[in-house]
């Protein structure tokens, strides 16, 4: 079993230091109480790492994180997703200028910073400049766009992170073996557009071992030769060595859009979970349709209210991860 890096608290003070106020469902603390809980969060976790090595399967996946109280892909977000009890964490991965993995869900930044342009002619540096939090909420001023690393390094090893990659290849390569540099390779996942063949070929040719997850609109028929990456797609990387085998395996499918036949969708699951793929489903936040999923046999629901997701989870008795202090 390979141990989930410690959590980096220096990073996590300079973050505290760019966001004094330190809010948690809602409440503002004094600096030092919010270290002092971060770190007791810490220290449950890593207990709990040293002895659990599987992911827990089932559950809440948080839309860019617990992105109602938050401004979404912010650490404070998945943070919070994390402590409330998230089974599954999803954020969403650009290439900047410098060719360094930040998180953010839009091709540009004018949405949600204070900035203007679009992420892949931004520098790192330039991105970490703008506020990412203001727009969302004045109490959010100044809170700043992470990285990829800064959020693999505050989720734990139970928690799975659902990597939204956008762009080409490259991007898809730089996320992959930034995860297997981190240890993270256990709970976490590529995810990538239903036709991204070009980018999975690219991840598993560079990590062998990354897992991959495909989109797909639930009510499209599911056929035997969309569970597995075309062989096709490999071609480039067997010049000559035109034996070299890869690993053609898809390990999870993302279903979304409408669902319009509910027999259908259960037929789907049934599928996917015959070929031992894990099915989340994008996105639900009403009680009626969480429950439908649930009852279909999806695995993760993607969710924009992680707070109902839980509640309506918690009432079928399904149990979130506890990493609370209390």
């Known amino acids: 079993m390979v141990l989930k890096r410690m959590c980096n608290c220096e990073k ?23 270290v002092k809980i971060f770190l007791i969060i810490v220290l449950v976790t890593n207990v709990l790492i040293c002895s659990q090595s599987m992911v827990i399967a089932g559950g809440a996946s948080a839309h860019r994180g617990d992105h109602v109280k938050f401004p979404p892909n912010t650490i404070l977000a998945i943070r919070s997703a994390v402590i409330k009890g998230a089974h599954q964490v999803e954020f969403d991965v650009k290439s900047t200028k410098d060719k360094k993995l930040v998180i953010m869900h839009d091709w540009t930044v004018d949405k ?8 892949a002619d931004l520098t790192l540096s330039e991105i970490r400049m703008l506020d990412a939090g203001s727009w969302f909420s004045p109490l959010f001023k100044n809170v700043r766009v992470p990285t990829l690393c800064e959020v693999l390094e505050i989720i734990p090893a139970e928690v799975q992170c659902n990597v939204h990659v956008h762009g080409g290849p490259d991007t898809a390569v730089l996320a992959a073996e930034l995860i297997a540099e981190m240890d993270c390779l256990n709970n976490c996942f590529l995810t990538l557009g239903m036709n991204a063949y070009k980018e999975m070929a690219a991840a598993r040719n560079a990590v062998p071992s990354i897992k991959i997850c495909k989109g797909h609109p639930a009510d499209s028929t599911i056929t035997q030769e969309s569970l597995t990456i075309p062989d096709n797609a490999f071609s480039k990387y067997r010049i000559g060595i035109k034996e070299k085998t890869f690993n053609r395996k898809i390990d999870y499918f993302q ?52 707070d109902a997701c839980l509640m309506v989870l918690k009432d079928m008795q399904i149990n979130t991860i506890n990493f609370s202090n209390e």
């Open 12 to 34: 996590f003070n300079k973050y505290m230091r760019i966001h004094p106020a330190g809010i948690i469902n809602g409440y503002h603390m004094e600096y030092g109480k919010m």
């Open 112 to 119: 949600t910073t204070n900035g203007t342009g679009k992420v």
């Open 255 to 306: 279903l979304f859009g409408s669902v319009d036949s509910y027999q259908r969708l259960t037929e789907s699951v049934n599928v996917l979970h015959s070929n031992d793929i894990v099915v989340n489903y994008c996105c639900a936040s009403t009680e009626e349709k969480i429950k439908l999923l649930i009852d279909a046999g999806v695995d993760f629901i993607l969710t924009d209210d992680l």
